[in-house]
């Protein structure tokens, strides 16, 4: 019972790492163009995130029981797939580098689980089919393909919508494109914190039900007293109650210290004015919103990165600061094998000394 709660305090200090690391890269567009200050940032990004976090359950399902085999999972491979997530969102947060928290996190449970089955690959799920769905899943279709294709997606999108505003909008003063955007931002801003909450705050949420579901399946929630009956569940599901913890918690995250994220994306890739924050969020929340309907964990960093340096690239090519970007790029690169070889090697030193 103390392993379970000790798993699921862990992978809420994950969420609330995340909030301070991704949840900055949703705001960052609209505090850096002076829309909102960060106060009211946040406290939109907290309302819309919150909403988006209870909108489904689509992505949970896919992280709790859709990427590692559930039969090889003990509460000691969930809790270092956790330590090993928040290791990297610290460490990438130090640096100031808008790094993805959901592959980290995605990273820590496969390196964990691989450890926890002694090395044998099969307990990764690398593709599998649902004939009744008529729906791919597994690493390679849910994680991989996204992970590849939705910054291309966030760079072309990026680039096309700002293209087609600027194209529209050729007429109008700077006044007026300022005046009419900076309305449009609290919008776009608003959507941005709606797909952020749709996707990321469900990842953890698949954590921490898989964590119930596998307490359960062991008989370690067998003799809960009257008041934590909630934890039991004889079946893998997420609770409205883990939706609402998971998404305050992560707003709490944002209140806390995200402003080294928002300096990076807002200030030192690119310079922003509310039009083209418009265009970033709008991008970017759409693909995280598509995203999640479709069970897909991607990177709110990467499809808000990627839009940004679309829009960049749409004013002008020099307007990027392509040293950022390739800082940017190498952690992206990184995060997969270092979360989850970090996740191994703990799990296996555990191993050593007799744990199993």
């Known amino acids: ?32 163009t002076r829309v909102l200050t960060p106060r ?42 956790m330590i090993s997530a928040i290791a990297w969102n610290i460490f990438t947060w130090w640096l100031g580098l808008p790094s993805s928290s959901s592959h980290a996190l995605i990273g820590g449970l496969c390196g964990a689980a691989l450890a926890s089955a ?30 590849i294709t939705s910054p ?17 909008l050729r007429r109008w003063s700077p006044f007026m494109v300022n005046l009419v955007f900076g309305k449009l931002q609290l919008l776009s801003a608003s959507y941005m914190g709606f797909g952020h909450g749709t996707n990321d705050a469900q990842k ?32 893998f599901q997420v609770a409205t109650w883990v939706q609402v913890l998971c998404g305050i918690t992560m707003a709490l995250g944002t209140a806390a210290g995200g402003w080294r994220i928002i300096r990076t994306l807002g200030h030192k890739m690119v310079r922003l004015q509310p039009v083209h924050g418009f265009a970033a969020e709008t991008t970017a929340a759409t693909i995280l919103f598509v995203a999640a309907k479709l069970g897909m964990p991607v990177s709110t ?22 040293g950022v970007i390739e800082r940017i790029l190498w952690a992206w690169v990184l995060t997969l094998p270092a979360s989850g070889g970090l996740a191994y090697l703990l ?7 007799g744990v199993s």
């Open 301 to 322: 960093t990467h499809a808000i990165a990627t839009s940004i340096m679309g829009v960049g690239a749409a004013k002008r090519f020099s307007a990027l600061k392509l």
């Open 118 to 147: 002694h090395g044998n690959w099969s307990v990764i799920i690398w593709s599998s089919y649902n004939p009744t769905k008529h729906e791919w899943g597994g690493m390679l279709h849910k994680v991989i393909i996204p992970m």
């Open 1 to 32: 019972m103390t392993l379970v709660l000790l798993v699921i305090l862990v992978t809420l200090i994950f969420t609330y790492t995340n909030g301070f690391h991704d949840t900055a890269n949703s705001i960052a567009t609209v505090v850096s």
């Open 347 to 353: 799990v296996r030193l555990l191993h050593v000394f």
């Open 40 to 81: 009211q940032a946040i406290l939109l990004a907290t309302v819309f995130n919150l909403i988006g976090a209870l909108a489904g359950t689509a992505v949970a399902n896919v992280v709790g029981k859709g990427l590692v085999q559930t039969s090889a999972v003990t509460m000691g491979t969930l809790f270092f797939a």
């Open 152 to 168: 291309i997606i966030g760079l072309a999108g990026g680039y096309l919508v700002m293209a087609l505003l600027l194209f529209l």
């Open 204 to 235: 953890t949420m698949g954590v921490i039900a898989l964590a119930l579901f596998t307490a359960t399946s062991s008989g370690k929630l067998d003799h809960l007293p009257p008041a934590l009956q909630f934890l039991h569940t004889p079946k």
